[in-house]
């Protein structure tokens, strides 16, 4: 092997590691503390207050699709109004909540009824968001943290319901119960901002009983004399893809 | 350094970085793009969510991990003709799964919280898990090409690669289970899809890599070894006809279910561009034609590379299929109903590819082309095949 008379004196070697190694470790330290900072910020933007839901509540709905009138709309409007949602007119418009028409192939029995997020005990929303943002609140209200949501759309994936949607464009005017996020999935929240304040049923539920049709009860699952209780109960109730066995907190009647 | 590129001109491999750099830089601006106006400039929507980001992202990290293949084959089985071929193998597996995660990355709705997955961690989320595989694949991929070019660290080879052997089963397993646990959409729900998974990985993986080392040797001057070219085109061969056979016990189990009819007869006959894109595109042109052409003794370097092509093509076709063709068919909230309402219940929908998508997942190739022409430039990649050694473990 030729030396290079060029070449540094052999013992600069360990002078030149020692050199490499410091500034690797430096290199490393600059690329790692921002990382550091973000991750303290993120930590920080995601620590949700969970005091408040009550854990002996199980809120759900009934709707009685024996009383929903067919091209009849004031859920859905009420829906809109009351969470700050524009009318939908595209396919990348959110809808918390839709009215969907049925006909049974074999026998041509027709049905309308409003379909949202069903609120499932086994939410597999809840299961496959990978950082925890879609979550399960102890009073069986399932709702998406936009601080914690990336947008990975793998909750629209996985839930059987259809029952969430993307915010595929810039928001404006914006209620202030009800934030919303560009790059967020959402979904029906059982008018979260109303039920911790006290009252007593949703937007959907109060425009239909509003309209005379009655079709939607809100209430405790839990609690034997609620009136959903009671009807759950006395009539026979089915839940959507039961076979799932995700048991949703609202049910259907008349199907 | 230099060794690989003896022969490439110090202006040719520029030019080609900047293609690939100029490349990288549109699928960024696509990227910055889709963030700025949101999503509805892309043709996804609430109905299929995923869209052709997902086609680019998903294949290059299911070819990372086939990639990998011709180093196991040489560090855990012991072929030298395919030790020889391990740091190319694993430099392309690190280069792809970059690419790859970089367009899932930057398809998120909000890119700029990633960090927020890295730091929020929920352990029933198989996404989750996936994110604990990529990022695991990384290190173990690196560690197995240290203990490759290390001399002292040569003994370690062996151990290191059966470990990069494991992780990326449990990758490609992961990635397939994204799917398979899908309950809720016709497309998906089965176990089967793991499997499919791994046995795809391997032939997309071993095309890319075949593309790759034609390119490369071809810029040195030289040329693969016949026999050593007729073994691995043979290898690919069989990969691409076992993929067949799981793409079609998955359709088969499918067409068994009755409840599963609807969605089969969509994919496969009646849904307009994804029975063409399958029979055609995946079939014919990405399966059934390579494979003949794979097993031809007589095979041309070139044929081997349009092969190759061919199996890429195949597999974007696929892909398409699957991850497009399976959301676009309605979820059934009703059976035995017919279903319609403002929201495209009921309804097949409508997915049309935009040129930010496109961008971006063009960028996400970029990305890993660059990175793999800086990767041949500065580490001694090539391989070298002892054509003796070649010889004898072919007659084997």
């Known amino acids: 092997m030729k030396t290079d008379p060029a070449a540094p004196p052999a013992e600069s070697k360990p002078r030149r590691r020692g050199f490499l190694g410091v500034a690797a470790a430096g290199m490393a330290g600059v690329a790692l503390a921002p990382g550091i900072r973000l991750i303290e910020i993120a930590q920080a933007a995601t620590t949700t207050t969970s005091a408040g839901a009550n854990p002996a509540v199980r809120w759900g709905m009934l709707i009685d699709t024996t009383k929903c009138v067919e091209g009849c709309t004031d859920c859905v409007d009420a829906c809109n109004t009351e969470n700050g949602l524009a009318p939908a007119t595209r396919p990348t418009d959110p809808q918390w909540i839709r009215k969907i028409e049925i006909k049974q192939i074999k026998t041509g029995r027709t049905a309308s009824l409003p379909v949202m997020c069903q609120h499932c005990a086994e939410p597999p929303c809840v299961e496959v968001c990978p950082t925890g943002a879609s979550f399960k609140r102890a009073d069986g209200i399932v709702l998406v943290d936009r601080h914690s949501c990336i947008g990975c759309r793998y909750c629209m994936m996985a839930c059987p319901y259809k029952a969430r949607s993307f915010v595929h464009e810039p928001l404006a005017d914006q209620k202030s119960d009800v934030p919303r996020g560009k790059g967020c999935v959402e979904s029906c929240t059982l008018c979260v901002h109303r039920i911790d304040k006290g009252e007593k049923t949703t937007a959907c539920a109060e425009a239909c009983a509003k309209a005379g049709h009655g079709a939607i009860v809100f209430g405790d699952l839990n609690d034997p004399d609620s009136e959903i209780s009671q009807r759950i109960r006395s009539a026979n109730s089915v839940q959507l893809r039961a076979d799932l066995h995700l048991e949703p907190g609202v049910r259907y009647q008349g199907l | 350094m230099g060794a690989t590129f003896e022969r490439l001109e110090q202006r040719t491999f520029y030019l080609l970085v900047a293609a690939g750099g100029l490349l990288t830089l549109l699928g960024l601006g696509a990227a910055h793009w889709m963030e700025e106006r949101g999503h509805v400039v892309t043709g996804m929507d609430n109905q299929v969510v995923w869209g052709l980001p997902h086609v680019f992202a998903i294949f290059m990290i299911v070819a990372a991990s086939g990639v990998l293949n011709v180093a196991s084959i040489g560090s855990v089985f012991g072929q030298s003709a395919y030790k020889t071929r391990a740091p190319l193998s694993g430099l392309l597996s690190l280069t792809l799964l970059a690419g790859g995660l ?254 930010p998508e496109l961008l971006l997942g063009l960028g996400g190739i970029g990305a890993a082309f660059v990175l793999t022409m800086v990767g041949v430039r500065v580490l001694d990649v090539l391989p070298r095949d002892d054509v003796a050694a070649t010889a004898s473990t072919a007659r084997r």
């Open chain 2, 102 to 355: 970089l367009v899932l990355m930057l398809d998120l709705g909000r890119p700029e919280r990633v960090i927020v997955a890295a730091t929020h961690y929920n352990a029933t989320s198989v996404f989750a898990w996936n994110v604990l595989l990529y990022s695991g694949m990384f290190a173990i991929v690196a560690i197995y090409l240290w203990t490759m070019f290390e001399r002292r660290f040569n003994p370690y080879a062996k151990a290191a690669g059966v470990a990069v052997l494991v992780w990326r089963f449990m990758l490609t397993t992961g990635t397939g289970l994204i799917f398979g646990f899908l309950v809720a959409r016709q497309a998906y729900q089965s176990a089967v899809l793991a499997p499919l998974f791994i046995v795809m990985s391997f032939g997309w993986g071993l095309a890319v890599f075949m593309i790759v080392q034609s390119s490369m040797l071809t810029w040195n001057g030289r040329r693969l070894d016949a026999a050593m070219r007729r073994r691995l085109a043979r290898l690919l061969g069989v990969f691409v006809a076992a993929a067949l056979y799981f793409v079609a016990v998955y359709h088969l189990t499918n067409l068994y279910f009755s409840r599963q009819g609807a969605f089969e007869a969509f994919i496969l006959r009646d849904g307009g561009v994804f029975p063409l894109l399958f029979w055609l595109g995946y079939a014919v042109l990405g399966s059934l034609v390579p494979v003949g052409m794979l097993f031809q003794p007589r095979l041309s370097d070139r044929g081997v590379v349009a092969a190759s092509a061919l199996v890429l093509l195949g597999a974007f076709a696929w892909l398409f299929v699957f991850i497009i063709g399976g959301q676009s068919f309605p979820l059934e909230i009703f059976p035995g109903y017919l279903a319609h309402s403002s929201f495209g219940d009921g309804a097949i929908a409508h997915y049309v590819p935009s040129w």
